[in-house]
């Protein structure tokens, strides 16, 4: 598996630690003048305790890791300018609503805070790619030949679809509060129309039950634990990947720029809204509050753009400030405007500072992604 630095938390014995090869990979990348640093700006934080708690900054506890700035200005990469119960089809999910020149899901309209549109679209298959690149494989679960295979929150169905061609002796539903997935799909894949929100009423049971970046849709993630319990079959999988939203940074070069303002603005609009960009750091007691066994917590650093040294990390930031170029406007419009009373002038105003900031590869900022996954026991 070809991981990027990343360190895991209490893996159990028989799951092989990959994550530390990646890291002795990182660390093998001669550079005399790297060298790995913690934010002095970050203090140890309470807010694996209490996530949602914005006077911490620190990142989650048992995460080292060792991205190291790109000295070499000639580098021939990263150059900035590179760029449930279901809904009847005749209903009114397939329309949508417009507005800021965006369009969002009409289906229990306002619930989710992101645009629709084909630019978020496009956004989220490259999004995908990153988590594919960043963790090596679609599902890091142990899982062996799952008959059933539930994907919420399935946005355009990348994954579904991906996992349905790669494991053809599964059976895959995607659901979401939009109908944006594609008619062309393979025999073994189908989405519906859901709110994974609402009492899950499935006719049969899962062998895994997969969600990601669903940090900002999900208000109760403890509740969404149980259904998954509920809805697996003993020995099946829950695995959940998502970012850690707030960002990190190895040297304090992140401090008191634009930047980190909108990052800040964005959590704390976010937690109004009854949801945590934190919310991954929780995943794991809660799955096992839950009742679930053998879970596993795996961190992965993704830089935020091409900043860090390595080829490999000069891709990664670079897809991932595209990732966060591309999805600023639809990010931030809705929930500054109606959440901090903002004007739209204020906001654009605002983000044409974040988009110098992101290019800008004197700020090492990176984000901790984490995918857990647990079984459901015998
Ligand atoms: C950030 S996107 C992630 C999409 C997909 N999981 C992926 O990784 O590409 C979040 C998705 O969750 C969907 N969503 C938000 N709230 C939801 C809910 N209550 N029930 C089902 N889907 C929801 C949104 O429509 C959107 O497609």
Known sequence: MDHYNAATSEPP???????????SRADS?????????????????????????????????????SLSVDNDTDSAIGGVELPSSSVSASS????????????????????????????????????????????????????????RVLDIGTGTGIWAIEFANEHPESDVLGTDLSPIQP??????????????????????HFDLIHARFMCGSIGSFPTTFERCLA??????????QDYYVRMQCIDGSLRGTAL???????????????????????????????????????????????WAKGRREKVLGTMQMTNIL???????????????????????????????????KDIHFYYIVMSVYGRKPE
């Open 13 to 23: 014995p028989a799951v092989p630690d990959d994550t530390t090869e990646a890291c």
């Open 29 to 65: 990348d001669e550079d005399p003048l790297s060298e790995t640093v913690t934010d002095p700006t970050l203090e140890p934080g309470p807010h694996l305790e209490d996530p949602d708690d914005s006077s911490s900054r620190n990142a989650p506890s048992n995460f080292s890791v």
């Open 92 to 147: 009114s999910v397939y329309e949508f609503v417009e507005e800021y020149g965006r369009t969002f899901h009409k289906y229990k309209e306002g619930k989710y805070f992101m645009p629709n549109d084909i630019p978020e679209q496009e956004r989220l298959d490259l999004q995908h790619a990153i988590a594919c690149k960043l963790f090596g494989k679609l599902a890091l679960a142990p899982v062996e030949n799952p008959r």
């Open 183 to 204: 008619d062309y799909v393979p025999p073994n894949c189908r989405f519906e129309i859901d709110d994974a929100e609402d009492e899950w009423v499935f006719p049969h």
């Open 231 to 240: 809805h697996l079959n003993p020995g099946g999988w829950a695995e959940f």
């Open 260 to 306: 980190q303002r909108w990052n800040e603005l964005l959590l704390d609009g976010v937690a109004r809204s009854g949801r945590s960009g934190l919310a991954a750091a929780r995943f794991r007691a809660q799955m096992i509050d839950a009742g679930f066994v053998d879970v596993v917590e795996r961190k992965f650093a993704l830089p935020g753009n091409p």
């Open 326 to 360: 591309d999805g600023l406007h639809g990010i931030s419009i809705g929930l500054f405007t109606k959440v901090h009373g903002m004007s739209v002038e204020e906001v654009e105003l605002l983000l044409d500072d974040v988009r110098k900031d992101l290019r800008n």
